[in-house]
């Protein structure tokens, strides 16, 4: 049977730009079709412009230590639009790079959304047909807000990067990854933020000790957070006949576009406060993009969150179709979809089953300060197993100059039967760049004593994952 590619692939972020890529250097005749902007959620509107935004933010309080350091320094106001200008320029950049690297590879490029119409074929939205040997899903994810009535008036991530100017204020909603990055990054901006997360300590799931200390430090640096505190109702200020007990909101209601005009918003809260905001974010997590992709053509089947069912090696149910990245909702990082990527092509184009290893990947949280992690926390490795816990918390010397009360963490979870180090944990300045390194070591399996046989780079933080001789404490 002939086709007319060997690999058409649906979506165009980091993982399906990078697996076309690859797929097409094997020689194989490589399609890919995306809708919006080629580059997809990373590179668009998510961990390039937000780490942009986070080194914006970062200044103020620089400007403010470096007069301690004996500097003059007039740091004037930030000014968004200028800013804006320039991010713009370089997410165009960003986006002709990948398109650049597509045409330089062979690959042709759809710019339409396509759907599938069977298990190797596909329509694109003008009306082409067209048909492939395998097929690839990499659509990514979207924000979703809570089912609330009035959701249009609340921005959700995507919108940060469009907004006009600053506001004044702000509420984010959710204590996740992107409700913390952005809680910083607004107040580093000079937004006055408040932040409202239902749960009893915001990051669930990290390491209970690192994540109460970037609460702190969060507090600590100017952000309102709100614990065990969630939106009651919310209506645009002076319309407060729109408050009064929510209906419940239909679907569609859930997933609105949001309101760009919208001005103030009046919120009540759980807690009995009812203020108004210049905006308010929703930052309550993520939803696969498998909706009106025509799956239920084919035998792919999609899990209870909507996500992509796929085995070790990203194929679905569908032996012809294989899926990778946030669409699958396995590990939601672009690198991991990068990963799957490539050992996808490993294992159709190049005969070499591989699967893929979601095994001790190193992440980072980019609030301010940064956590780095890797590993087990305290919490899960104790479940496991017994351990022994080695931590440090300190004033770093650079804040500690200046009379600021910033801390920094560094903890090592340690195995008593092997002496492995099961997790890693670190809050601090630049602690992304730190977790990539100490992730080398705990990926290789390394041990306490490997840990300890390392020379100390002083004077740095970092240097106290190697010099911490005696367990703060066993479980
Ligand atoms: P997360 O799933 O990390 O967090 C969602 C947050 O919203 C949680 O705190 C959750 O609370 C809360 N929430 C969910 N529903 C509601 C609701 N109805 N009302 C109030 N609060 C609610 O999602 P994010 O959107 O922050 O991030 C999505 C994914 O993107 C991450 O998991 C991560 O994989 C990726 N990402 C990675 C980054 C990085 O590597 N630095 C940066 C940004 C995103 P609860 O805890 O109680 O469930």
Redesign the pocket.
Known sequence: MSFDYDLFVIGGGSGGVRAARVAAATGAKVALAEDDRLGGTCVIR??VP?KLMVFASSYREAFGEAEDYGWEVDAGEFDWSKFHTHLTGELQRLEGVYRQLLDGSGVEIFDTRAKLTGPHDIETADGRKVSAKHILIATG?H??R??TTNAHLAMV?DDIFHMEKMPKSVLI?????????FACILNGLGVEVTQ????AQ????FDDEARGLIADMMQQKGVNLHLGT??VEMWPEGQEGAGGPMPTASMEEAHPTYDKTAGPVVVKASNGMTRAYDKVLF????SPNTSDLGLENTSVEVGRRGEIVVDEYSQTAQPSIYAIG?VTNR????PVAIREGMAFVETVFKGNPTPVDHDLIP????TQPEMGTVGLSEEDARDQEPIDVYCTSFKPMQQAFVGRDDRVLMKLVVSKETDKVLGCHIVAPGAGEMIQLAGIAVKMGATKAQFDQVCAVHPTMSEELVTMKEPMRSA
């Not at 409202?196 to 749960?199: I, T």
Request: glycine residues 20%.
């Open positions: 998510g961990c937000k994810g924000p979703v809570p089912e991530s909603v959710g204590g996740g990854y992107i409700a913390c990055e409202f997360y239902r749960g915001i990051l669930r799931g969630n939106i930052a309550t997590g993520r946030d590990v939601n990082l672009t992440s980072a949280v980019f």
